[in-house]
């Protein structure tokens, strides 16, 4: 079982947090000038990066407080974790500060070592 680490809360079980998707994803400046494929695009279709990955995540079951981390899709493991409107830091410099590694339960994640059939 993963802690995930809210920068507000500190370590809590992976149960009390609910995932929002990709981070950084832009809004359009000038919307109405997009075609009907440009807008489903923005809408629906996202990274599917296998490695660190920006994502956003809220605290549901605690302070329900928006952040970005940078998790690993074939690990899990949180190498960093910001503030929401904060630039992606630099992976290389914030994987030493990371504070949400670790794992309560020696167990591996029920779906760790799944690498997934679409790439
Ligand atoms: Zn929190």
């Not at 990274?47 to 928006?66: I, P, Q």
Request: proline share 8%.
């Amino acid at each position: 079982m993963l802690l995930i680490d809210c920068p507000h809360c500190g370590p809590r079980d992976e149960t009390e947090f609910h995932y929002g998707g990709q981070a950084h994803v832009a809004y359009p400046a000038d919307p109405h000038a997009l075609s009907d494929r440009e807008w489903a695009e923005f809408l629906f279709y996202r990274d599917n990066d296998r490695g660190l990955y920006a994502e956003r995540w809220s605290h549901s079951l605690g302070c329900r407080k928006w952040f970005n981390a940078i998790r690993d899709t074939v690990t899990y493991d949180f190498t960093a974790i910001y503030p929401m409107g904060q630039a992606r830091p630099d992976t290389a410099e914030a994987a030493p500060q990371a504070s949400a590694i670790a794992e309560a339960d020696p167990q591996p994640h029920p779906t760790a070592g799944f690498e997934g059939a679409v790439r």
